[in-house]
């Protein structure tokens, strides 16, 4: 037993495990069809965590955040049941030996009772250093938690993506201060060297630099630090990212990294082999890789936890609530942004009846779903709109719709002389939800064109649109305040919110028309 012991304390290994952004996926399933198996979902990341778990010697197993929203059950659980809050997510990560977890920017879209009750309900211990309450402490939990194996001490720091503020709505983050991930790194990581052998940065947030060249490969502008935080502060061993949905595993600097993609599809996995050296812990070697989870078989204690709510999503999903005149379906999604359909025409018409305007703006947001089926059930409104977005009515001006039309044509490029979507709104992250398309004005884009010059002959009532003109235009109040890199709108500008999501408006919109005519009118061309 002494040589086990000293074996131990001169040489062990500890092994990683991660997961991150899965978006209350918990079945394998994307719920456009029912009972579908797909390639994700939290069940199958649990068995992996489960097999990894056997063949390691000792674990510290994370989440990295965006944990409660994201799926139709996400939904259903905090719009339909008004639940406290997710309580078929956390009693399936509470099945899991998780030791910390970290908050993702989603985690507020519920609003912060509801994120906070889920933070009571889980057994993994919330670790959080750059969000603040109005004394400047930590707001949820303790900046950062230590583990020990044996004498052995790990440090976990918790970070988040300090845009939180700039995109969710101002209720759910009252009181709260996001500050840099990177400052907030620069003041507890000395600290913690000084308690921790080991220190693990837990990071929602991605990399805002090419992990090969360092060259920019993003907006430099604080939502992703995970470059510059290794680059810059000293101390790290281990930096787990997400955020991004992005399967990365590699080494940066010499520091092990993982992100480990979305809805489970992946279990990130670095191994480090420790010893000790003058009296110090120090990692002596370290692997990473990211573990699929496609193949598993759903765990099966996590689909006893969850089976009845996933029951009842189900039979929420396939109510009937209108019938179409005429179909609101579509096969190609590029199609749609190019041309537009009556799927979005749709949208658009919501938007402004509850907004009381005559101008719109909406993006499509989902490429796995193609509109509306007939009957439209609830399935189809969850699977097309995907987030829980509310919306907001701006007063702007002529030249701030003409600077936001400029801005939405970043989004497409010419390539073999094709009109194509322009490889920054997949890399380093998907953000087709960038596109938006107009409603009540029309319009034409040229791709040819330079960028800031693509936009031809905006007409509003069938006069052109001028600089001085005031316009008020519905739209999701993500854009509203400026998400997505339109500086062109702000807080300032806005007028009012509406505070019911999106999806709640659509259902209660059909259910007050159950017969609706598909509008196939198209105000908007793209041409190369």
């Known amino acids: 037993m002494h040589y086990t012991n000293l074996i131990w304390r001169l040489h ?71 639940n406290s809050q997710p309580s078929a997510i956390t009693d399936a990560f509470n099945t899991v030996d998780y030791d910390f ?28 250093a750059n969000i603040l309450n109005e004394n400047g402490e930590s707001a949820f939990g303790k900046p950062y938690e230590i583990k020990q194996y044996g004498d052995l001490k790990v440090g976990v720091i918790g970070l988040t993506t300090q845009s939180v503020d700039a995109w969710e709505n101002k209720a759910s983050v009252a009181g709260l201060k996001f500050t840099s991930a990177l400052e907030a790194a620069q003041k507890f990581i000395p600290e913690m060297r000084k308690k921790a052998d080991i220190v693990v940065v837990l990071y929602h947030g991605g990399f805002e630099r090419d992990l090969r060249t360092g060259n920019p490969n993003d907006k430099i502008d604080g939502e992703n630090e995970a470059y510059e935080i290794m680059q810059k502060v000293p101390g790290i061993d281990v930096m787990v990212t997400g955020h991004q949905h992005r399967a990365l595993a590699g080494k940066l600097f010499g520091i092990p990294y993982v992100q480990p993609g979305h809805r489970g599809n992946y279990v990130g996995k ?8 003058n009296g110090k812990y120090v990692v002596a070697h370290s692997t990473q890789k990211i ?82 089926e007939n009957p439209i059930t609830m399935r ?33 490029m010419i390539k073999n002389d094709q009109i194509i979507v ?27 064109n330079p960028i800031g010059h693509r936009v031809l002959n905006p007409t509003y009532h069938g006069k052109p649109i001028t600089n ?3 316009l008020k235009v519905a739209l999701n109040a993500y854009r509203a305040v400026g998400g997505g890199h339109y500086p062109m709108y702000n807080e300032d500008k806005v007028i009012k919110y509406n505070t019911v999501t999106m999806s709640n408006l659509i259902a209660g919109y059909l259910k007050q028309h159950p017969n609706i005519d598909a509008d196939k009118t198209r105000n908007f061309k793209v041409i190369k």
């Open 12 to 82: 062990m290994k500890l092994t990683i495990l991660t997961t991150s952004d899965t978006h209350g996926y918990l079945a394998p399933t994307n719920y456009v069809k029912p009972n579908a198996n797909m390639p994700f979902g939290f069940e199958k990341a649990a068995s992996t965590i489960r097999k990894e778990q056997l063949k390691a010697e000792n674990t510290l197993i994370l989440d990295d955040g965006d944990f409660l929203e994201g799926s139709p059950l996400a939904y259903y659980q905090a719009e339909v049941q008004n």
């Open 101 to 128: 977890g970290t908050i993702g920017n989603h985690e507020f879209n519920y609003g912060q009772a509801y994120l906070r009750n889920a933070i009571k309900k889980a057994k993994r211990k919330f670790v959080s």
């Open 270 to 277: 670095i191994q480090l082999t420790i010893e000790k050296e």
């Open 291 to 372: 573990i699929k989870t496609g193949e598993e078989k759903p765990d099966k204690v996590v689909k006893e936890v969850i089976q009845p709510v996933e029951n009842q999503v189900e039979k929420w999903l396939a109510e009937p609530l209108a019938r179409i005149e005429g179909s609101m379906h579509y096969d190609d999604p590029f199609q749609v942004r190019i041309h537009g359909s009556a799927f979005i025409n749709f949208i658009q018409k919501v938007q402004m009846e509850t907004m009381g305007c005559d101008i719109s703006a909406t993006a499509l947001f989902s490429n796995e779903a193609s509109g509306f």
């Open 380 to 412: 189809n409104i969850i699977t097309n709109y995907v987030y829980p977005n509310t919306l907001a009515l701006v007063e702007i001006t002529g030249a701030d719709l003409k600077a936001a039309l400029e801005k939405t044509t970043e989004y497409f």
């Open 422 to 448: 322009d490889p920054k709104y997949h890399h380093p992250k998907i953000r087709d939800y960038n596109y938006d398309m107009y409603a009540g004005i029309d319009y034409t884009i040229k791709v040819s």
């Open 468 to 470: 001085k003109m005031k």
